[in-house]
């Protein structure tokens, strides 16, 4: 399903339009990355949890010269399923 398929969908359940549809998505994406962002965590129950952990600067290899490289720390994005999505999945409720 792409983006503008889930808003076809979000319009037909929630009975209104695509352009409301569409506006709400884009609030919801809006909000989780201003979130994260700021180093907050977005947890929807039933659905699941995102949050943004640091990743520690490190030292890695370019794959092509063998030369190590300096990898700068950096935020990223993670998400954690929620029970009742990882049941609804495997034939739960």
């Known amino acids: 399903m792409n983006k503008s398929e889930l808003i076809e969908h979000i319009a037909k359940q929630a009975d209104i339009s695509k352009a409301a549809a569409g506006r709400s998505l884009e609030a919801l994406i809006g909000a989780v990355k ?14 699941g949890t995102f ?16 030369d190590a490289i300096k990898i700068k720390s950096a935020k990223v994005p993670k998400f ?7 049941d609804g999945l495997n034939g739960g409720k």
């Open 80 to 86: 954690r399923p929620g029970k009742a999505l990882k």
């Open 51 to 66: 949050t943004a952990p640091k990743r520690a600067a490190r030292t890695g290899r370019n794959p092509r010269t063998g």
């Open 34 to 47: 201003t979130t994260l962002k700021k180093g907050g965590s977005v947890t929807i129950t039933g659905f």
